[in-house]
């Protein structure tokens, strides 16, 4: 099974800054297609998850510009350039090139500081 | 517009049964692979099964074989998890998620399953 890694665990974060968060896989997430199915999601409290970034860089319709996913390989980067107060929640990166199973990272919580 | 309505949650005694229900709207059904994505209290999310478009193909994760059974009717656009022989560590709320291809990119808005004695 594929293992997703997202660093760090906790991310405090001041209005207005930016933010970054680490997802590393335990192998490589390019498929024999030479694409790579990295997604982010956010969880906000309270709600379901929702599907930000697929593909590692494709922001989801209606997704602000402020959001933007990197990397390749093994390890990928989601981030926020200015933190606003709705984007409080929990970040999960998941892969979905080897499966089954399909693998989340553990999340990442994203907090105002 | 596009939606997925789980239902069928609830508390249950450990060893029993329950069916959970995904009911889609707005989009071609028959078109997509769908799954179920479980979040225990607390923790991160656990993918549970998927089923293919046709139901040619069906996965579980390892601690659920056996004891869930994941299904489809197309006819009336809906998934269904039956839960057999639940334990307390199937606590959790249930999504169902449908896949595209690149990603799950529509979710319910989740099922609670809480299993207890």
């Known amino acids: 099974d594929v293992v997703m890694t997202q660093s760090p665990l906790s991310l405090p974060v001041t209005l207005g800054q930016p933010a970054s968060i680490s997802c590393r896989s335990s192998q490589s997430l390019v498929h024999n297609n030479g694409n790579t199915y990295l997604h982010w999601f956010q969880q906000r409290p309270g709600q379901s998850p929702r599907r930000l970034i697929y593909m590692v860089s494709n922001r989801d319709s209606g997704v602000p510009d402020r959001f933007s996913g990197t990397g390749s390989g093994t390890d990928f980067t989601l981030k926020i350039s200015r933190v606003e107060a709705e984007d409080v929640g929990v970040y999960y990166c998941?892969?979905?090139?080897?499966?089954?199973?399909?693998?989340f990272g553990q999340g990442t919580k994203v907090e105002i500081k | 517009q596009v939606q997925l309505v789980e239902s069928g949650g609830g508390v249950v005694q450990p060893g029993r049964s329950l069916r959970l229900s995904c009911a889609a709207s707005?989009?071609?059904?028959?078109?997509?692979?769908m799954h179920w994505v479980r979040q225990a209290p607390g923790k991160g999310l656990e993918w549970v099964a998927d089923i293919l478009y046709d139901g040619s193909n069906i996965n579980y994760v390892d601690s659920v074989k056996g004891r869930f059974t994941i299904s489809r009717d197309t006819s009336n656009r809906m998934l269904y998890l039956q839960m057999n022989s639940l334990r307390v560590e199937d606590t959790a709320v249930y999504y169902c998620a449908r896949d595209p291809g690149d990603g799950f990119d529509v979710w319910g808005q989740g099922t609670t399953v809480t299993v207890s004695a």
């Open positions: 707005g989009f071609s059904f028959s078109n997509y692979g």
């Open positions: 998941m892969q979905t090139t080897h499966w089954p199973p399909w693998t």
